[in-house]
């Protein structure tokens, strides 16, 4: 169904602009902010699983970069758009990939080595903010067992950072090394102090 509107062109033509010239800022942000969690993202997954390979691919309409060939492209589907009553081009696009040994995590990895993943872009997120922003962060970690091996477990325990404050939420604390255990605080889910 085509519809038709009485549309100024002018009026879309500098609303493009606009549209560009912000998702390009938006867009540096971002790809400067994935660039530095592939930095040590590989490194801090190493430490669970070694000899894998792990990077973030940042996947944008965006990463043309190039102001007058992205309004072009706007202007291109301007009508279909119009048509189909929405942008199906622009920042608000943009998608980012875990890429584990060249494959997509998504569709390749086990639930455990996506739980691993994860754990490795929050680890990476923690180092961002306290080494470039000066911020110490509070680390969430939910449900963060399941899936995990008792090795794997342990490892991430041994792997946090002792200076940041860490919630971590479980259904299971077997197979968790004593020592660890004794140094948390552990709260049932009455609040209770144990």
Do not use: W
Not at 47 to 72: G, P
């Amino acid at each position: 169904m085509m519809l038709n509107f009485n549309l100024d062109e002018r009026y879309l033509d500098i609303l493009d602009e606009k549209i560009v010239n912000e998702g390009l800022k938006i867009y540096n942000f971002r790809k400067k902010y994935i660039d530095l969690m592939n930095k040590n993202i590989n490194d801090i997954f190493n430490n669970y699983i070694s000899n894998q390979k792990l990077y973030i691919k940042y996947d944008s309409d965006y990463e043309i970069n190039d102001v007058e060939k992205l309004i072009k492209i706007l202007k291109k589907n301007r009508k279909k758009e119009i048509n189909i009553g929405m942008t199906d081009f622009g920042i608000h696009r943009d998608d980012f990939n875990f890429i584990h040994n060249d494959n997509s995590a998504k569709e390749y990895s086990s639930q455990g080595i996506q739980k691993l993943i994860i754990l490795a872009m929050k680890l990476s997120e923690v180092n961002i903010f306290t080494k470039e922003y000066n911020i110490c962060p509070i680390l969430l970690l939910d449900d963060l067992f399941s899936e995990l091996d008792m090795k794997n477990r342990n490892n991430i325990f041994k792997s946090l950072d002792k200076n940041i404050q860490i919630f971590i939420t479980t259904t299971d604390l077997k197979n968790i090394n004593k020592k660890i255990i004794e140094k948390a605080k552990i709260y049932d889910l009455d609040e209770r102090v144990k």
